[in-house]
């Protein structure tokens, strides 16, 4: 089916967001909202970044002049990922299932990538808009009259909130048109970067990270993938081959170990931080150090103070799935 179909939906979302909201169908026809994301530089956000066109928009080294990202927590309708209001969001998904959803819906579609993330997060970082939402049983720890409408329980309390549910300030750009729930609520599968025994690989080409959404992720192949020679180790960012320590700090603490440079595409990706001042948003990495794990972002409703969009907990298994994980089909036209 035709991913852009002019209909009365599409024609009302867009005129009520002006433009910056659309919906895109999927191959059986299901709508999904989505937040027009325009091409920016890195120099645009921070000159310590780079030059260039940020990451997220270079697919296979050719920049797209915009990505569809999906407005909220995604829901699971006909095998394929869902983005609408309103609902509670898909859990219990693990990684390759959040990845066959999202590339269910036809060519373009994905599971969003770390890349993605990391444009929204600096982009909200610079404009001074990074998002408060459900981390603290349906309300945020920093504002706890801002609320959004319970949707599940945790014991006696309220867990998840319907996408969308919270006030403006809930969304990536601190209004009802931007990016919901990027801080809290359920913990978003993120594709094109993980650890091997500490050690950060990012899909890219020539050594330089791209969008390359439809690179295979699979254990074991490294085909399209980078190892950036780069670990987690600690609390500090070092050049050994393993990891022989976890990482539990700030996102802002991490920083590379005496003599380690710390290339710019990695505050790009939001792999280290931008800068400090990004709250309390957290860091954990796992503590096998022989084993592949695959990254959750954003946290969830019992995260408080350390959820946020530069928190990032890579601590699981492509297998792990419970009532944490959740995930969202972003899209990029072929």
């Known amino acids: 089916m035709e991913a852009f179909v002019v209909d009365s ?4 979302v867009e005129a009520a967001s002006g433009g910056k909201n659309t919906v895109i169908r999927d191959k059986n026809g299901n709508p999904s909202v989505m937040v027009v994301i325009p091409k920016f530089r890195l120099e645009d956000i921070d000159p310590s970044l780079g030059t260039g066109v940020h990451p997220a928009f270079l697919v296979h080294g050719k920049e797209v002049p915009e990505i569809y990202y999906p407005k909220f927590q995604n829901i699971v309708v006909d095998g394929c990922g869902v983005s609408q209001p309103g609902v509670d969001p898909a859990v ?3 990684f390759d299932q959040a990845r066959a959803y999202a590339m269910a819906k036809g060519p373009g579609w994905h599971l969003s990538s770390n890349a993605e993330w990391a444009a929204l997060a600096l982009w909200s970082w610079k404009n001074g808009t990074m998002p408060r939402g459900n981390n603290s049983f349906g309300c945020d720890i920093d504002a706890p009259y801002e609320h959004g409408r319970e949707t599940s329980k945790d014991s006696n309390r309220t867990g998840r909130v319907a996408t969308g549910s919270g006030p403006a300030s809930w969304y990536h750009d601190g209004t009802p048109f931007g ?12 594709d094109g970067f993980r650890t091997v025994g500490g050690r950060i690989w990012v899909v890219g080409e020539d050594g330089v990270p791209m969008n390359n959404f ?61 800068a400090t001042g990004l709250k309390s948003d957290h860091i954990w990495t796992g503590t096998d150090f022989t084993q592949e794990f695959l990254p ?28 944490i994980f959740g995930f969202r089909a972003a899209y990029v036209p072929r």
């Open 214 to 274: 439809d690179t295979q992720n699979t254990k074991g192949n490294n085909t399209g993938w980078i190892d950036t020679g780069l670990c987690y180790n600690g609390n500090k960012i070092t050049g050994d081959a393993k990891a022989t320590a976890n990482c539990n700090t700030a996102f802002e603490n991490i920083a590379g170990a005496s003599g380690v440079t710390v290339p710019a595409y990695f505050k790009a990706l939001a792999l280290a931080p931008i």
């Open 92 to 94: 219990n998904v693990n």
């Open 179 to 190: 990016v919901s729930d990027m801080n809290g609520n359920v913990w978003e599968w993120q």
């Open 296 to 323: 959750i972002r954003g946290g969830d409703w019992i995260s408080q103070a350390n959820a946020g969009v530069f928190s990032l907990l890579v601590n699981y298994v492509r297998s792990d799935a419970g009532w």
């Open 9 to 12: 939906y599409r024609r009302a």
